[in-house]
């Protein structure tokens, strides 16, 4: 399952890896043409993740294996057109943990800008997200990952 899926990226790397999405969330027209023009077996719902309410809009609630969201970005040092911590940034950070907990999968990855991890703004916010996870049995890890690691080059 995945969150503020946008054009399906993350999606189709787990795909790759051998998941099959049981539903892709986003609030914006545009992201779920996409998803739908590019993958049409895929369960799509235009949805702000905020009002999302599994227990009606997730048929059957079969088990999850992973959520997977690639949430709108904090804003950071370099991109501050809003002030950074900006509360609906981080109130969906916090939404898409609360939904962790109800939902149960075995995984959580969250996608986002290196900012939410080292800025002390964040912290309030990465702490309460860890409990939550941990009071639920879950183990919670914060990773920085550089995509350069990993064999992808930058644009010339």
């Known amino acids: 399952m995945e969150f503020c899926a946008g054009a399906g990226g993350l999606a189709l790397g787990l795909e790759q890896a051998g ?8 609030n914006r027209d545009v992201a779920c043409e996409t ?3 590019n993958r049409p077996g895929w369960n799509v719902l235009h949805k702000d993740l905020l009002r999302f309410e599994p227990r009606f809009e997730l ?8 959520i997977a ?3 709108p970005r904090v804003k950071s040092a370099a991109t ?6 900006s509360s609906w940034e981080l ?5 898409t943990a609360r ?10 990855l969250i996608e986002n800008v290196p900012d939410l991890l080292k800025r002390g703004e964040y912290e309030s916010s990465r702490t309460r997200v860890a409990k939550n996870l941990e009071d639920a049995g879950y183990e919670c890890c914060w990773l920085l990952v550089d995509a350069c690691e990993f064999g992808v080059t930058p644009a010339p």
Not at 59 to 66: F, L, T
Not at 91 to 95: G, K, V
Not at 99 to 108: A, C, D, H, K, S
Request: net charge negative; no cysteine.
């Open 19 to 26: 998941f099959d999405p049981a539903l892709l969330l986003d």
């Open 35 to 37: 998803l739908r023009a």
């Open 59 to 66: 048929p059957g609630h079969h088990e999850i294996d992973v």
């Open 69 to 71: 969201a690639g949430l």
């Open 80 to 85: 501050a057109s809003r002030p950074r911590g």
């Open 91 to 95: 109130e969906l950070f916090e939404t």
């Open 99 to 108: 939904l962790t907990v109800e939902l149960r999968p075995r995984g959580l």
